[in-house]
């Protein structure tokens, strides 16, 4: 098992509306310092279709410039833990981010959580929530029962322009 600390920033603006939080960057994402940087993983599919907006062929500061568009702001439940690899089911020794520091000064009222790890630690290090949060299922290859139209779907809570 390897330590690993969170190595880059929040996507956060005093005007955002969301908060989508993920367990821990997967290696991929550590490695290019930014989310859901793993080709398979589908996070910027969904937003592409849900915001109807090309989340995918851009770069990362056209990412972040239309995540901020939209009102979304991204982070991870976790700030360090032990890891293997990309695996959440080996996250052990887990420092939680701190997430009213995070949130201080923001227009948030709703979280979503992507995936069951990260619902299940925002639970376990955020019993007094006093935002509305809910479960959403993962974007991550490793949920292959769910097809990309199931998660558009499912996903389409988090437009709150609609």
Sequence with gaps: MTKVFHEFKAIIHPDSEILILGSFPSVKSRELHFFYMHPQNRFWRVLSEIYQDDFINVSIEEKRNLLFRYHIALYDVIESCEIEGSSDASIQAVQPTNINDLIHKTRISQIYLNGQKAFHLFEKYNKNSQI???LLPSTSPANAKMTLGQLIEA????????
Excluded at 155 to 162: Q, S, T
């Design 155 to 162: 996903w389409k809570v988090i437009n709150l322009k609609k």
């Design 132 to 134: 509305s949060y809910q």
